[in-house]
């Protein structure tokens, strides 16, 4: 979401205050407004509520899951990360992508119904999650909610997503936006990790278009990441990301216009435009090389 | 040095109450992602005054129901949005559908998408726009 750029930050605080002592707010009573906050006078607020005046989306780990249950590729629990890096990892770079990575561990077991295997993930994620302040998030009560809920895989997939999602919101509430960006990035980089690990995903189509489907979010990716990294710790990701995304650059897509259909008693629009993507075996061989160093490179 | 620290103690206490704002937004947005769709684990929000708009790009996977909701203010209805793809067409507006809070894209195949919010002029000048988004199996 991007609104103006940082450069108006001085400028903005000077004019706020300047406005403010100027009795500067009298403007909010020309039009009606249901909202009270009196930005007439910060008109800089946007850039300490964001990245760089920008906001990013990544793909849910769950729904790349949900995609490789669905085209049939074999649950494989040694691929996921081990436990014990939730003892291990020590700095920030290194606990918050194993966040995000045990994040997307705990959907693979999970849509897989390997219900021992997700609660052990939880347990781990709650360890993580106190190492980063995060108890807010990932707290007693949720792995308590999550134990009585094991036969329910619709009660787990919610109870993580809301977890994530709270963390992600008090991230970006206390401005810590480098943890939330580190997040996304490890949870990115497993669910693909994933994947591909599978020598089966290079032969079925769906899933290799999957894979190239992921070349914008990866572009957001590294530029959330890059942004986010006022302290330098997040380095190394965002060059083995840069690197993963210079073979994404190789990745052809097309795309058709159909008109939408809404059927507003449903409030339900139907997108039906068409797309493809086409990934060469050799681009796509060197991607799962790279996927794999990076997540190593995250758990080492 | 006393001018920089008072500029960095009202920075800091703006930031603090558009946090504080932004926290309450969301916790009603939240009402409209449903137990039947799985949230995606992030939260979008960015403060927009006058004609501001926000925007971010997001893929949207073939096969999927996803529910995007978006608030601002006290009340549904003052959030503006449109779903735009990458040729410039307008999939949805919820202006099109009296500024609806939330509502579901169905989408056939995966479409890389521009998601774009603005305040309703005439119900805001100012204020913190949260979007939500979750999604059906």
Known sequence: ?300 | MRRTLLILSLSASIAGSAQEMCGTIADRCEQHITKQYIPDGQFYRALLQGDEMAEFNLTLFGGTTYRVAACSGDADGILVFNVVDKDGNVLFSNKDQGNAPYWDLAVTNTIDVKMEAALDPTKAGSGCAVMLIGFKK
């Not at chain 1, 060059?239 to 795309?255: A, H, I, N, P, R």
């Not at chain 1, 409030?267 to 090389?289: E, G, R, Y």
Request: glycine share 8%; charged share 20%.
């Open chain 1, 1 to 300: 979401m991007s609104v103006s750029s940082p450069s108006k930050i001085a400028l903005g605080l000077g004019l706020g205050l300047f406005l403010a002592a100027c009795g500067g707010s009298d403007h909010q009573s020309d039009q009606p407004k249901t909202d009270t906050l009196a930005v007439d006078t910060t008109p800089k607020e946007t850039e300490l509520l964001n990245v760089g005046g920008r906001i990013f989306s990544i793909p849910s780990p769950v729904q790349t899951a949900l995609a490789m249950r669905k085209a049939g590729l074999k649950y494989q629990k040694e691929l996921t990360a081990p436990l014990e890096n939730a003892e291990a990892a020590v700095n920030k770079t290194a606990q918050s992508t194993l966040l995000g990575i045990l994040g997307a561990d705990l959907a693979y077991a999970t849509v897989h119904k390997d219900g021992q295997r997700a609660m052990a993930t939880m347990q781990a994620i709650e360890k993580v999650g106190n190492k980063l302040e995060l108890t807010n998030s990932f707290d007693r009560a949720l792995l308590d909610r999550f134990k009585s809920n094991l036969g329910s895989e619709d009660s787990l997939l919610q109870f993580s997503g809301v977890a994530f999602r709270a963390a992600d919101k008090y991230l970006k509430q206390n401005q810590r936006h480098d943890v939330s960006a580190l997040v996304l990035a490890g949870g990115w980089i497993e669910s693909l990790y994933l994947t591909v690990s599978d020598p089966a995903a290079a032969g079925d189509q769906t899933i290799v278009n999957r894979i190239g489907e992921q070349k914008n979010a990866l572009n957001a990716l590294v530029e959330l990441v890059q942004a986010s990294d006022a302290d330098g710790g997040a380095e190394k990701v965002v060059v083995g990301l840069k690197e993963l995304q210079s073979l994404f650059d190789k990745v052809t897509s097309t795309y058709t216009y159909q008109e939408p259909v809404t059927d507003a008693g449903k409030k339900t629009t139907f997108i039906n435009s068409t797309s493809s993507v086409t990934i060469a075996a050799d681009q796509l061989k060197a991607i799962v090389a790279k996927v794999t160093d990076i997540r190593n490179m995250m758990l080492a």
